[in-house]
């Protein structure tokens, strides 16, 4: 082999694996003396040489429940394209506000990882979409036969105009109320299949008179506070006039809202007095070892209750009023303009958007897979009852997690629940949402 | 010999060419030297602030990148400080500024005199009280954040002392404050200054506040006292010698003679301290976040929330420029008077 051929061998490697940009290829193709037909020919050659390169995978999933299961994403994509050297580029922080923040940093500057996860709907539109980020995987959605794989909510989710822009992996419920049995049974409540906003002020009432706090809380989370706001949103107005609220169309200092603050208010007469101080997964805790008597949380505070073998103490119930409801928190990836591999991170989309993937990936995550083709026997008691709640009930888009409302939105929710846990004034609560809601324009 | 005398001959020569050489190459040494640091300070520091100063006054509200200049400029800034929670930061700031100080200030100088006492070890216990400035704010928060939790931290410790048992026999309530997660926020300056009736929120001092600005001055009152004992290394024998041959006590030393000559020490103490405060988030970040219904916010953690969380660029932008306004206000003039002294 003459120098030559092995420097373009070697370039047409580089092209292939990504090492090597476009502008950097016809460089070094003209030093070699190729014309520019002759490069771009060199380039496809490159390209669908055999799935070789890297693939850079960016994600919040770094605790011990979720790095196994972004691993198994990862397994499955090794299993058909092993030559890919897969780059996990997660950064850690609870509900990924850092990783955000090192997102947005990187697609500002113009280099985008290979793929990245969000939540599907606003977070996914205004962040992402909106501002060019994204590719549109209308393709994908056809050749997979996602349109039908996945339930309507969740392909309107990922569409814009037509087009849709992302993949779901996995969905949590995010209107999960968690009990601790023996607590309870100390105060004698009995709680069954659902529990209403008065059968709960009744339990708390019982349990508050044994000394124990009713509620606990974690609002160093910012997102905890307005996640209990929003269930108490659905159980006050119903899951049909929920979304009515986000669009507009229902004011945010009307009836509905307001018995919802003033239900969230009484709440908060039973929770523990040094929420401010503790993480949502402290909260969970307090009710795991009996410190407390109920939490309300997404179903992630399930891989807590496994995690310290609680299964037989800690029951589960929809919150209070809002049986019926299934609240979305859905992970899904997207595909970046520009992405540096962008054939290897479509086969990515393709790998955890299939049945098989999604279920070795949901139980480890403590989700149910997106698909509803999936088969749950081997998931957990909770899991098969929250998948046949997404089956049937009302599915629903959380704004704490930002699929209902806008970033600017859901940062002015969290705001205003947070000032609400001290002041309980729901005329200043109603106003900044009112405010908020006119800034969106 | 002839070699010899051919350099001693030689050396003038030899010695002038290069000297001329050499004066107007060191003549443009300095400059080649300065100017890729004062390149990258132009456009690192000086070009980012007018960027960042460019943002706050733009309509950039998304991820998508709007560099359009707002109708009216300064909107953004009308935004920013009618909001609620950004005159709480702006309060927090204030509070935590002023008794961060008060206590580093004080600790470091009573540290400072008890140390010049020539107490045994002293060196052993200069080292002991100046190892916290060492560590990391994110170390102090979280360690301070275990001890001011009200149900694990000192507030055990009190109890496990038998404190609590000893009040009880005086008919008084248990010491369990509830330090960070306090809600409380003490006074209100709007009660006693009716012009201020404008300002949607208390301004008072946020019970959470005071716990952070204990373990703010734990950290850095050894510092304080390492200026101090600096200074008072500086202060010669001879004025001591001569106070006490007047009969001065120890207590009329200090407060005579000793600490007022300390005075452009508190002064540095102060300023650098200061900026220090007042750019805070690291240490409050680890240790109380933004706290029980904002007390222990403050401007930087907004910047966070508002540029990441939100994508509120221009109002991150504008409350990062406020931020700088605060910190210069406090710097300018002693960088002013730094600079008349040179």
């Known amino acids: 082999m003459t120098s030559q051929n092995r420097e373009l061998s070697d370039l047409i490697a580089g092209i292939g694996s990504g090492r090597v940009t476009r502008r950097d290829a016809l460089k070094r193709g003209a030093a070699l003396g190729l014309s520019v037909p002759a490069l771009s020919m060199a380039m496809k050659l490159g390209e669908t040489a055999a799935q070789s390169g890297s693939l850079e995978i960016f994600s919040w999933w770094t605790s011990p429940g979720e790095a196994p299961a972004l691993q198994s994403l990862f397994d499955s994509y090794a299993e058909l394209y092993p030559d890919v050297e897969i780059v996990n580029a997660a950064i850690a922080g609870g509900g990924g506000g850092p990783a955000q923040a090192v997102l947005q940093t990187r697609l500002q500057g113009g280099n985008p990882p290979d793929s990245w996860q969000t939540h599907i709907g606003r977070e996914l539109f205004d962040g992402y979409v909106n501002a060019g980020f994204t590719e549109a995987i209308n ?76 509620v606990a809380l974690g609002s160093a989370d910012g997102f905890v506070a307005a996640q209990y706001f929003e269930n108490e949103l659905i159980s006050a107005v119903g899951p049909e006039n929920y979304p009515k609220y986000f669009s507009g169309e229902l004011a945010w200092d009307d009836d509905g809202a307001r018995a919802a603050a003033a239900n969230f208010a009484k709440a908060l ?23 407390a008597a109920f939490n309300s949380m997404g179903d992630w505070a399930y891989g807590e209750v496994v995690a310290k073998g609680a299964q037989d ?16 928190v859905v992970d899904c990836f997207t595909l970046p303009v520009g992405a540096p591999n962008a054939e290897n991170a479509a086969n990515w989309l393709k790998v955890i958007g299939s049945k098989s993937a999604q279920e070795a990936f949901n139980p480890l995550k403590g989700s149910i897979p997106a698909r509803l083709d999936a088969d749950l026997s081997g998931f957990s008691e909770y899991h098969q009852w929250s998948g046949a709640s997404f089956a049937a009930d009302a599915l629903l888009h959380s704004a704490a997690h930002g699929q209902a409302a806008s970033p600017a939105f859901k940062q002015a929710l969290y705001d205003a629940a947070l000032a609400f846990l001290v002041s309980k004034d729901v005329d200043t609560f109603a106003m900044t949402l009112v405010d908020a809601q006119s800034s969106e324009g | 010999m002839a070699t010899l005398t051919t350099t001693v001959r030689d050396t003038p020569v030899a010695q002038d060419a290069p000297r001329a050489g050499r004066f107007s190459f060191s003549r443009l040494l300095a400059p080649a030297l300065l100017t890729p640091s004062f390149l990258a300070i132009v456009v690192f520091v000086y070009g980012f602030i007018g960027f960042t100063l460019w943002v706050s006054m733009s309509n950039w509200r ?48 009573s540290l400072a005199i008890l140390l010049d006492r020539h107490v045994p070890a002293s060196g052993f216990f200069r080292s002991i009280f100046l190892f916290p400035y060492a560590l990391s704010f994110i170390t102090t928060g979280v360690a301070w954040r275990w001890l001011f939790n009200p149900t694990t931290g000192i507030n055990t410790l009190v109890d496990q002392l038998g404190i609590n048992s000893v009040l009880g026999w005086f008919g008084l309530g248990p010491f369990a404050p509830g330090w960070i997660t306090d809600p409380t926020v003490h006074g209100d300056l709007r009660n006693w200054l009716p012009f201020l009736d404008g300002v949607k929120v208390q301004l008072g001092i946020p019970a959470a506040m005071v716990a952070v600005t204990i373990a703010a001055a734990w950290q850095l009152s050894g510092f304080a006292m390492a200026m101090y ?85 221009n109002l991150g932008a504008a409350a990062s420029i406020v931020m700088l306004f605060l910190v210069s206000v406090v710097i300018v003039p002693y960088l002013a008077r730094q600079l008349k002294d040179l």
């Open chain 1, 269 to 291: 007469e039973y929770v523990n007095e040094d929420h401010s101080a503790l993480p949502w997964s402290d909260a969970v805790a307090m009710v795991i070892e009996g410190r």
């Open chain 1, 313 to 328: 103490v800690v029951g589960w119930v929809s919150h209070p009023g809002t049986a019926g409801s299934f609240v979305l």
């Open chain 1, 139 to 214: 393709d994908l959605y056809e050749s997979e036969g996602w349109l039908e794989a996945f339930p309507p909510a969740l392909v309107e989710g990922v569409t814009v105009d037509g087009n849709q822009y992302a993949v779901g992996v996995g969905v949590h419920r995010g209107n999960g109320y968690w009990y601790n049995r023996e607590v309870l049974a100390n105060a004698g409540v009995e709680v069954g299949e659902t529990l209403s906003f008065d059968e709960f002020v009744a339990a708390a009432d019982a349990v508050a008179a044994t000394g124990v706090p009713a």
């Open chain 2, 229 to 313: 004992l600096a200074g008072m290394g500086m202060i010669s024998n001879e004025v001591r010698e001569a106070a006490s041959l007047d009969g001065a006590s120890p207590w009329r030393l200090y407060r005579d003679i000793i600490i007022p000559l300390l005075k452009p020490i508190t002064v540095s103490i102060l300023i650098i301290l200061g900026h220090v405060s007042l750019k805070i988030f690291d240490l409050i970040y680890a240790m109380s976040g933004k706290g029980p219904g904002f007390a222990t916010d403050v401007p930087g953690i907004f910047v966070f929330d508002k540029m990441f969380g939100a994508q509120q660029y």
């Open chain 2, 62 to 109: 998304t991820n998508r990148r709007d560099l359009s200049l707002h109708d009216p400029l300064y909107g953004v800034y009308q935004d920013l400080l009618n909001q609620a929670r950004f005159q709480i930061d702006l309060r927090n700031t204030f509070v935590f500024t002023m008794i961060f100080l008060l206590l580093a200030v004080a600790m470091g100088l």
